[in-house]
Every structure is written in C-alpha cells, then in structure tokens.
C-alpha cells in the first residue's frame, strides 16, 4: 500500500472496485475477510481524516459514503467545500467564490503537495541552511534566530500553481486537472530572503537559488528528493521575496508548509519551497527534481497542440501572466429584471501590475471597465467591482478580462497548448439568469 502512487480518494473516484481490492486486501480462500487488514484500516482512516471507531464491523466490500460523493469530510483546517483531486499526494483547489475575501484565508487557500509532508514537526527545533558553490560560508539558522536576527516583513503575496486551468488543455496534459482554484493571495510574515543571503555571503558568480524542503517522497524512499526548484538570484534578492513562517498572522498551516516556507509571488508556486529546510546559492541555473526536462517548462516558441518538444527547446516559467476571477456572484447567479448585477473578483499579473480590468456580457463582442484598486503591496493581486445591466430576461455567460501593465490581455480562450498544461490564463466566465 505505502507503494501506490494514486491516492485511495482519486481511486475510488475512477476505479472503485481497485481502491475497495487495495484497502481489503486479496480474497482469502473462497470468501473475504470480514474486517479490514491493519494497514487497510490506517489507510481508510487517513481518506476518511480519522480513525474508524467500528471498523472492524465494516462489511467487507463496502464503499465508504463519505467517497460516494466529491463532498468528503474536509482535511484539518481546511475548508470543506475545497474540491479534492487527489489525496496522495494531497492536491486540492478552492471554488472562486471562497476566494472572494481581499486576503485569502489560510483555510481555503489551494493545496499542491508533490509528497508526503513532514510529520511531528518540531518547529522549536527546525532549521534553514544555507549552503552552495556560490555561498561565501555554509551556515545554518534555527527558526528562533531567523526571527530574532532579522527584520520581518508582512506582504501580501499572490500564489497560483503553473498548472491552474490545466484541465482545459486538449489534447489533455498529465497531471492534476486543476480549473480555476489553485490561487489565492494570503498575507505572508517573514524575513526576507536577501537579508539571510546577504548574511551568509553571495559570491558575484551567484545565478540561481534552489530549494529543499522536508517532505518525503511518495514511493517512501527517504534519499529521493521530492521537489527542488528555484529562481534567479535577481528574484531571490527582490524586498517581497519572504522565507515566512506565518500566514495571515497565524502559523502556516501543515499542508501549506509549516513551520517554514519560501514565497515567491507572481512566479509559479513550484518556486515558493514548502518545509524548508535548506538553500543553495548556484553559479548556475538549479538542476533539482522538477527543475529540469520538461517540469514547469513550456515550449521557448509555440507549437501545434499534441507535438513532442524536445528538452531543449523547452524554457523554465518565470512570471506568470495576467489573470483574473469573478469571486462573486457564484455561477449560476439568478437574477430578476430590471436589477443590475454587483459583480467582483480579483485580478494579478505576475511581476506586473494590472492595468484594467473590463466585462462582457456577449461573449466578448463588446466590453465595459469595471472599477480596479491598487494592489496592497508588489506582488499582491487587485480587487475589482462592476454593476451590470442586462437588456432582457433570458441566459447570459458573464466573462472578466484584465490586462496588464505592458497591454497585454487575457485571451477569450485556451491560449497556446504546451505539452505539460500550464500557463492558461483564459479568461473567467459565469453563467447567469435574468428572470
Ligand atoms: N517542499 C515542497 N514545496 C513545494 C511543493 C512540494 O510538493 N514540496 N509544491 C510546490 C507547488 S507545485 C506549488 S503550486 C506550491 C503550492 O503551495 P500551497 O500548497 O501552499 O498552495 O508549493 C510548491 N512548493
Ligand atoms: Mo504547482
């Protein structure tokens, strides 16, 4: 069991009969057993988010209610309306209407877990070292002395996963079929990243940093890394970019890097390390797992959908693009006559700022501006609000497009196809009744 690469929740879903075979176990002699095995009972429970109390009077067979449905019980601290697309390793996206608080809250934001996270942290006894070729010494911090040592600093830091929208790419792209959700924009504390680089001594030859966290990977091979990705040096020394270890004035929950994490806004998520427990100073671009071959790269120049790109000619994502959501009304909104429409969301653009944000209510024919703040800080992303009018009763689709700072706009559908499905910024649209 502890082999599988599927979590039992993705399981059941596709194949309930496979996931019912894994967590009973073989038939022994002509019938089954009539209780679950030790290890099917942990694992169940793990699905489940706690022990069994009458396992041993489950019927063999039977499939759990609580995975008949995409409504589970919700993971600790989390939401329980976040929709679940994997539990091995956890992988979880939030609806754009809980997305509608200025500051993401810690209990809805996404969860994109390549491994199993760390278990009994010790957040008293958690360190950072620093090390690499262009490191002047190693050196390693406790958390108690990256707090005491150095200056904290709050930001608000928009997050988004390089393969939010995956699900729309056709022919399909590996991976989670993430849609709309693997964004938000919490409030991160921590020290920044150059201060502690700085003190540990940047030689001029430094280009790149890379990351290492504490989770482990999913085949339960201890020496495998999980995930090492990182950014360029000229990233790692920008004011917002934060080692934190607190989220919206709280600890960092578990599954979102607790007790120590890197954040990284506007630059696809795999950048901002979780469990953080080391960093390198490259003299060259990091080479971790999911740093290279085709991991978070997209073809340098575009290509027809479904073609083969060699390593080569695959670039690494920097700064994501321009984006926005409409975080309210919730699709399927009904509205009566006569009535305009309050409608919001939020926007970003990677290193960018957004510029303008517009609405269409005719599938793109026309559009009008809709009211856009500034962000709270770089990096964060901007609240926008709109009071539509609609000239009939009947169906209308209502889309968001922003644009950023540089003109460039979201496209009305999926942009350029690339073989591992990131970097849709199509715009946002919702289904509303005028009745
Ligand atoms: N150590 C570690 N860091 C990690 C990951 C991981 O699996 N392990 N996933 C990365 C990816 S792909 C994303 S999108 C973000 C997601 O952060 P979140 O789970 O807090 O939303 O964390 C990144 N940092
Ligand atoms: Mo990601």
Not at 274 to 282: A, D, E, P
Not at 332 to 348: D, F, H, Q, T
Request: glycine share 10%.
């Amino acid at each position: 069991m502890s082999k599988k690469e599927r979590g039992l929740f993705e399981l059941y879903q596709a194949d309930p009969e496979r996931a019912d075979w894994l967590v009973w176990g073989r038939k022994t002699g002509h019938s089954r057993r009539g209780f679950l095995k030790k290890a099917g009972l942990a694992a169940m429970g793990t699905v489940l988010g706690g022990q069994l109390v009458f396992g041993r009077n489950m019927p063999a067979g039977l499939i759990p209610a609580a995975l008949l449905t995409d409504d589970p019980f919700p993971i600790k601290g989390k939401h329980k309306d976040l929709t679940i697309l994997n539990d091995r390793p956890w992988n979880v996206e939030t609806p754009p209407h809980l997305l509608h608080p200025a500051v993401t809250p810690a209990g809805v934001l996404f969860i994109r877990n390549n491994g199993i996270p760390p278990e009994d942290i010790d957040a008293a006894k958690w360190t950072l070292t620093i090390d690499g070729e262009s490191a002047q010494r190693t050196k390693t911090y406790s958390l108690s002395e990256l707090k005491s040592r150095f200056r904290a600093y709050t930001y608000q830091l928009t997050l988004e996963c390089g393969g939010n929208g995956r699900a729309e790419f056709n022919p399909p792209a590996k991976g989670n079929q993430w849609t709309l959700g693997a964004v938000g924009c919490p409030s991160w504390t921590g020290v920044r990243l150059k201060d502690v680089l700085e003190d540990v001594g940047i030689k001029p030859d430094a280009v790149y940093i890379g990351y290492y966290g504490k989770d482990t990977h999913l085949s339960g091979d201890t020496s495998k890394v999980v995930i090492s990705r990182g950014v360029p040096i000229e990233k790692a020394l920008e004011d917002e970019a934060l080692i934190a270890w607190a989220m919206n004035g709280a600890d960092i929950p578990l599954m979102n890097g607790h007790p120590l994490r890197l954040v990284f806004g506007g630059w696809p998520g795999s950048t901002s390390g979780k469990w953080l427990s080391r960093i390198s100073i490259r003299n060259k671009v990091h080479d971790g797992p999911k740093m290279t071959g085709q991991s978070y790269r997209v073809p340098c120049k575009p290509v027809a959908p479904g073609t083969k790109v060699a390593d080569e000619d695959m670039c690494i994502i920097e700064s994501m693009p321009v984006k926005s959501l409409i975080t309210s009304p919730k699709t399927g909104g009904i509205l009566p006559y006569g009535r305009s429409l309050e409608v919001a969301g939020k926007a970003w653009a990677g290193d960018l700022e957004v510029a303008e944000m517009h609405l269409s209510i005719d599938f793109g024919a026309s559009w009008q501006p809709a009211r856009l703040l500034p962000p709270k800080n770089r990096l964060a992303w901007q609240l926008w609000s709109a009071s539509i009018d609609f000239p009939d009763r009947g169906y209308y689709e209502l889309w968001a497009r922003a644009t950023d700072s540089r003109g460039k706009m979201q496209p009305m559908v999926l942009p350029g196809w690339n073989p591992r499905g990131y970097l849709n910024n199509a715009c946002h649209r919702i289904a509303i009744k005028v009745v």
